[in-house]
């Protein structure tokens, strides 16, 4: 009887080391689990940074060359407008020419 006893207090002590020995790994590997989850939030947060730093250097970039563009656009279209108005008063100097040579014929 004294054997079955230390029998059954052997088994139930190792059913009990066996089951706070899962309990452990169960608590670990969920701890472990979380913790490559929030490595992994964190390692797509900085990708996500990291592409919007990317693409926002690159958007200044194209701006800036936009802006001068426009700049340069916008001399050639005063240049322009000068022409314009030059040809303007030239044309009408020929026209007043060509109505005085009317006038003289």
Known sequence: MEFLNLAGVVLGSSVLTETVKYFLQYRSQKKLRKAEIRNLNAEADEKVISNWIQ???????????????????????????????????????????????????
Request: charged share 50%; glycine share 0%; aromatic share 4%.
């Open 55 to 105: 693409w926002s250097d690159k958007m200044e970039e194209r701006i800036q060359e936009l802006e001068k563009n426009n700049q340069e656009m916008k001399a050639i279209i005063v240049k322009q407008r000068e022409r314009i108005n030059d040809l303007e008063v030239y044309t009408e100097k020929l026209e007043l020419k060509l109505k005085k040579h009317q006038e003289k014929k």
